[in-house]
Structures are given as structure tokens and as C-alpha cells.
């Protein structure tokens, strides 16, 4: 079974350019998260996504930040302008939907983002 | 508030030996605890997944224990092997189905 696909695996940008990050998921899974990992800490949730619909965006800085699943499949992260403090391990996962023990929960490899 | 601590932040040992990482959580409602291996640059990869009335999974020479009771799970890694280095994080999921992270346990195994 194919993992979560992530591109690139490693952006440089200078502060206030933009940036966009790719995500393919599992085949199948209705749901679809973004997670922005800081050195040394644990992944905090950006966004999710249930097919094509947000469920949760609450911790998205929207002024800058914004991520789309138009079909419901594969989904873009962007950043926009970017700030030193956007510098960080840039995760995708993806889960099948239910509320079951077995959620299929698998994370992709991640984009690292330094901003300079 | 819905937190999961780890402890310790840090740990060097010597190949060969076994160790222990601690996780406490406040998360409510509960559904399940997962255990996750990070090495650098890399995805978290699943080791283990207990639900409430699970009190212990293995795989391999990792082993997770859950005590919903006192809201504490450990995982012992048995005859440390080099290529256990890397953050161990712990994750608790509601049964919302959101996830919430420790701030994980960085293990660096030496020769």
C-alpha cells in the first residue's frame, strides 16, 4: 500500500516569499490533516479536512496561511508571506473515517521549511 | 485542558541496554493512546495503538503499557539497538477522533 506522498521534502525561502506544499494521501482516506512540527516539539494540527470540507481550522493562522482540497483527494498547504517563525517540519496525514481503533492514521515523510 | 507530558525530554544509553519512557495525560474523553517513532527528518511511524482496556502491546522489542486508572503509559524498549535513536512521541486521541501530541522523548543510543 502506497504512504502519504509529501513534495518538496526541503524548501529555502527568504521571509515574505511564498511557499506551497504538496500532499497525496493514503487512496481511500476521506480524511486529510496538516501539521506544522517546530524543532523539539510535538506536530500541532494546521488544519482538517473531511473529503473536501474543513472541519477543523482553528489553530490555521489565516492572515498568511491558507490550504485547499478541492477534489477531495490531494490538498496544497501555502504560506503566504512567510516569516522566520514559519521555519519548521511541515506534516500530512491521512486517516480513513471513522471512530474505530483502527483509523489507518499514517503521516507522511514532511516538507522542512527554513525561511531565512 | 486536554494535555499529554513526556518524560524525560531526553535519554542517552548505551547499546545493549533497555529503557523507559513515561507519558501522562489529562485528555477527555478518551479513546486510544499510540506510540510513535520519529527519526530525523522523517514522519512519525506507528509503533502501538491501546484502547482503554488494553493494559499492554508489544511489537517487537518495543512494549507499551497503558494504566487508564492513573492516566500513565510507558514504553520499554528492550536491548537498545543503534538505530533507536530518534524521538519517541506519545499520542492521545479523543473519541472525537482528534489527536493530541506529547512533546515526545529524544533517545539517542550510543555504541
Known amino acids: 500500500e502506497a504512504g502519504v506522498a509529501q513534495s518538496p521534502r526541503y524548501k529555502i525561502i527568504e521571509k515574505r516569499q511564498s511557499v506551497a506544499f504538496w500532499c497525496n494521501p493514503i487512496?481511500?482516506?476521506?480524511?486529510l490533516y496538516w501539521y506544522q512540527q517546530i524543532l523539539g516539539q510535538g506536530p500541532k494540527l494546521l488544519i482538517q479536512f473531511q473529503n473536501n470540507g474543513v472541519v477543523d481550522d482553528s489553530q490555521l493562522p489565516k492572515d498568511r496561511f491558507s490550504a485547499e482540497r478541492l477534489k477531495g483527494v490531494d490538498s496544497t498547504l501555502k504560506i503566504q508571506p512567510a516569516k522566520l517563525e514559519d521555519s519548521a517540519v511541515y506534516l500530512c496525514?491521512?486517516?480513513?473515517?471513522?471512530?474505530?481503533?483502527?483509523?489507518?492514521?499514517?503521516f507522511g515523510s514532511g516538507t522542512r521549511l527554513t525561511v531565512v | 485542558k486536554n494535555q499529554v507530558e513526556q518524560s524525560p525530554q531526553s535519554l542517552i544509553i548505551l547499546e545493549g541496554k533497555n529503557c523507559t519512557l513515561q507519558c501522562n495525560y489529562t485528555v477527555s474523553p478518551f479513546s486510544n493512546l499510540r506510540w510513535y517513532k520519529q527519526d530525523t527528518g522523517r514522519g512519525p511511524v506507528s509503533l502501538t495503538i491501546m484502547t482503554f482496556s488494553e493494559n499492554t502491546k508489544s511489537n517487537g522489542r518495543y512494549t507499551a503499557t497503558l494504566d487508564a486508572d492513573t492516566k500513565q503509559s510507558s514504553l520499554h524498549i528492550t536491548a537498545s539497538q543503534l538505530s533507536d535513536s530518534a524521538s519517541y512521541i506519545c499520542v492521545v486521541s479523543r473519541n472525537t477522533g482528534k489527536l493530541i501530541f506529547g512533546q515526545g522523548t529524544t533517545l539517542q543510543v550510543k555504541p
Open positions: 496525514a491521512s486517516s480513513s473515517y471513522n471512530r474505530d481503533l483502527n483509523y489507518g492514521y499514517t
Open positions: 487512496s481511500g482516506h476521506a480524511t
